[in-house]
């Protein structure tokens, strides 16, 4: 079997995976970067918080930086990659749902996560548009506007996005929807000016694309414009523990130091696979640092091999 062989490979072409790319091409590295075309945001009409593209749709977005890296020499395989092995030259072998086969001396992966989102009827189909979970991604477009925060299995979580939501808008319910609240709680939400539903939700209600409101068990309705959910946030790191990288204890995510380094020499990881909280630009700001990293570690290698084949 031909296999093609690189500095790098990356796996997953999102903001961290795209900004690492772009910096490691145009340090003329040897890079290939790995679309299994599963973009997080893809629903979302639009994304905001990235300083110059603000309001800018998450195609677009993901368009512009393949033509970015492109431009510099880097290469795509749109294909999932199944099995990653560690070779006895200590390279990278990497296997993709077609079967072609491509290896690295280092690894990025950028695989992102999944929002695991809860068995309500009506919430994933607006998922994106009308259900939401980040405040400062989608709060400012319904600003003033009437917001329900259902309650789920991420209590705190759901408890700081009807405080921040607040601050958008004066009509800001939580649905409790399992989550019990303390007396100190229910008093710091109610003062401030949420106000409390208790009750386990049934569905959302509304006509295709139109979001009316949310039915609870007993038959009554909370009526909304757009609804806030904290959905179970499951990173895609399968490939990263099969490698053996450590993970927390406490978390379960993978650990990575600062520059993206896991437990594994030669791996690095960056995004939201390793940090869930990260917006598109804090993903894309780890993938900057980490490629840097990675440079510098080729770098010393090739110092390295140069200075061992030096005769004594």
Known sequence: MNEKHHDVIVIGAGAAGLSAGLVLTRAQADVVLVDAGQPRNAPAEHMHGFVSRDGIPPHDFLAAGRAEVASYGGQFVAAAALAIERSADASFRVTFADGTVQTSRALLVATGLVDELPD???????????????????????????????????????LKQAGLLRRYSDRVTLITNGIELSPAELHRLTTFGVVVVEGAVSQLIGAPGALDGVELADGSAVECDAAFIAPRQAPRDALLKSLGCETDPDTGLIVADGFGQTSVPGVWAAGNVVTPTAQVITAAGAGSATAITINGWLLQQDLDAASAALPQ
């Open 120 to 158: 309500i009827i009506g919430v994933a189909e607006r998922w994106g548009t009308l259900v939401h979970h980040c405040p400062y991604c989608h709060g400012y477009e319904v600003r003033e506007r009437r917001i329900a925060v259902i309650g789920g299995r991420q209590r705190d979580v759901s």
